[in-house]
């Protein structure tokens, strides 16, 4: 089992940066293929970033074009989203994602089995 707490949501205004943080506990990050997704108002939830534990790599939704980067800090067994010049588009409460299962797919909402609550990051113009 694997439990995921995220943090670092709230308000800010266009053009702002921001970091989203995930907690683990259970296994370590490193292990795992682990990921960001959003869901933005009336919208189904979409994949935005994702990172794999074994070999680091990391990979963007096409949206992002620059903006976010995914990164993890395996001390703390944490893994972290920087939003910058964020737009009111990106207003969503934003999930983290992990799976045990190392596959060639990693963009989808099937391909993860455990998720956190997530946490609300919004943008004013």
């Known amino acids: 089992q694997v439990q995921l707490v995220e943090s670092g949501g709230g308000l800010v205004q266009a053009g702002d940066s921001l970091r989203v943080s995930c907690v683990a506990s259970?296994?370590?990050?490193?292990?795992?293929?682990s990921g960001w997704f959003r869901q933005r108002p009336g919208r189904m939830r979409e994949f935005v970033a994702a990172?794999?534990?074994?070999?680091?790599?990391?990979y963007y939704a096409d949206f992002v074009k620059g903006r976010f980067t995914i990164s993890r800090d395996d001390a703390q067994n944490s893994m972290y989203l920087q939003l910058n010049n964020l737009e009111p588009e990106d207003t969503a409460v934003y999930y983290c994602?992990?799976?045990?299962?190392?596959?060639?797919?990693?963009?989808?909402?099937?391909?993860?089995?455990?998720w956190g609550r997530g946490t609300q990051v919004t943008v004013s113009s």
């Open positions: 259970g296994r370590p990050f490193s292990s795992l293929i």
């Open positions: 990172v794999r534990g074994t070999s680091g790599n990391t």
């Open positions: 994602a992990a799976d045990t299962t190392h596959t060639s797919s990693y963009k989808y909402v099937g391909d993860y089995a455990y």
